[in-house]
T-cell receptor, first 111, second 115 residues
Framework: EDQVTQSPEALRLQEGESSSLNCSYT??????LFWYRQDPGKGPEFLFT???AGEEKEKERLKATLTKKESFLHITAPKPEDSATYLC????????????FGTGTRLKVLA | GAVVSQHPSWVICKSGTSVKIECRSL??????MFWYRQFPKQSLMLMAT?????????EQGVEKDKFLINHASLTLSTLTVTSAHPEDSSFYIC???????????FGEGSRLTVL
């Protein structure tokens, strides 16, 4: 069964304390892996797309990496404004395109 | 990135009434849009895939007569919650493909509260 699992479920960091969020997947026919940021009461905001193992993308304090089984979202020296829920999703093709979302990691960065 | 606009942002209605939520792709054409429902502190639950010019494809367990989806043009999909009840209160989000690279772009979401 195609599955996407994110860990940890929740994470509290001090400002400046770097960490990583994990997105593990067990799917067939992976076409891409996506990271989103979601603030409370808002729709998800697109961050990154990764297509192949070994690929890396960076944006400000965020860096996303991809292997054949998982993806990491590294947060370097986070700030309170980085507090949000981070979602990963995979796009697979099994006859039709299908997106599978993880349950998200709720990140809280304390000043 | 591509822009998806959703309206209204929030709506409060009485039990038994119907509510329509609009999802528009502002700077691109979307033959396919997706409707999600999200409960507090949970991830997105796909409700249905909206296809321009044809019937929507509903996920298992989602009542198609309860959640009517219309995708009449390449830039507009609507979700109508018919005869709404308090248990339909939720956060509804639409999304669409932004282009050839496959990423989804999301609307701002619509918070529905049924009294």
């Amino acid at each position: 069964e195609d599955q996407v699992t994110q860990s940890p479920e929740a994470l509290r960091l001090q400002e400046g304390e770097s960490s990583s969020l994990n997105c593990s997947y067990t799917v067939s026919g992976l076409r891409g892996l996506f990271w989103y940021r979601q603030d409370p009461g808002k729709g998800p905001e697109f961050l990154f797309t990764l297509y192949s193992a070994g690929e890396e993308k960076e944006k400000e304090r965020l860096k996303a990496t991809l292997t054949k089984k998982e993806s990491f979202l590294h947060i370097t020296a986070p700030k309170p404004e980085d507090s949000a829920t981070y979602l990963c999703a995979v796009l697979i093709t099994s006859g039709t395109y299908k997106y599978i979302f993880g349950t998200g990691t709720r990140l809280k960065v304390l000043a | 990135g591509a822009v998806v606009s959703q309206h209204p942002s929030w709506v409060i209605c009485k039990s038994g009434t119907s509510v329509k939520i609009e999802c528009r792709s502002l700077d691109f054409q979307a033959t396919t849009m997706f409707w999600y429902r999200q409960f507090p502190k949970q991830s997105l639950m796909l409700m249905a895939t909206s296809n321009e010019g044809s019937k929507a494809t509903y996920e298992q367990g989602v009542e198609k007569d309860k959640f009517l989806i219309n995708h009449a043009s390449l830039t507009l999909s609507t979700l109508t919650v018919t005869s709404a009840h308090p248990e339909d209160s939720s956060f509804y989000i639409c999304s669409a493909h932004g282009g050839a690279t496959g990423e989804l772009f999301f609307g701002e979401g619509s918070r529905l509260t049924v009294l």
